[in-house]
T-cell receptor
């Protein structure tokens, strides 16, 4: 059974500092997804990582994938308040398009 | 623009009522999903469908059924609503494995309260 773990589950960040959050998964996969969710809202797609060594950047967020280690990282550069949200990673594995989600990491940026 | 829409953003129902949640996508996606999201429990898959009239149980199907008569529409049915089904319900769709990018998109969610 595929398991997806995210850590930490909650992170308080100071404005202007850099942070990294992690997503581990337990079986081979060819797709890893990052989503953002604001309170009371739905999930918004951030990145789709398709291969080993893939790196994608959008603004202050950079996601990377190491399929050998079964690990994805989401790096936050110079955190700002607008980045406060819950971030989910999800992994596709198997013969269908079903995704398995981690529990999410809630980021809170303080002044 | 990619679109997944859900019939209601907020819904209040009484215990025992039959409840229909509708989801429509305009991307010609084969696969559609219903999740519920509760604080501390993350996203839990209720049912999914990989083709018209096809469905598979997810992790928590009890108390729910689904219908997919047309490719673009996937309905979640609560046969007899109970208070423990109060939750945020999220619909999502994704293309088939032949879709290279294979990105999953979510609808805006329906917050259901059962009294």
């Amino acid at each position: 059974e595929l398991k997806v773990e995210q850590n930490p589950l909650f992170l308080s960040m100071q404005e202007g500092k850099n942070y990294t959050i992690y997503c581990n998964y337990s079986t081979t996969s060819d797709r890893l997804y990052w989503y953002r969710q604001d309170p009371g809202k739905s999930l918004e797609s951030l990145f789709v990582l398709l291969s080993n060594g893939a790196v994608k950047q959008e603004g202050r967020l950079m996601a990377s994938l190491d399929t050998k280690a079964r690990l994805s990282t989401l790096h936050i550069t110079a955190a700002v308040h607008d980045l406060s949200a819950t971030y989910f990673c999800a992994v596709r594995a198997g013969a269908n398009s079903k995704l398995t989600f981690g529990k999410g990491i809630t980021l809170s940026v303080r002044p | 623009d990619v679109k997944v829409t859900q019939s209601s953003r907020y819904l209040v129902k009484r215990t025992g009522e039959k409840v229909f949640l509708e989801c429509v996508q305009d991307m010609d996606h084969e696969n559609m999903f219903w999740y519920r999201q509760d604080p501390g429990l993350g996203l839990r898959l209720i049912y999914f469908s990989y083709d018209v009239k096809m469905k598979e149980k997810g992790d928590i199907p009890e108390g729910y059924s689904v219908s997919r008569e047309k490719k673009e529409r996937f309905s979640l049915i609560l046969e007899s609503a109970s208070t423990n089904q109060t939750s945020m319900y999220l619909c999502a769709s994704i293309g088939g494995l032949a879709d290279f990018y294979n990105e999953q998109f979510f609808g805006p969610g329906t917050r259901l309260t059962v009294l």
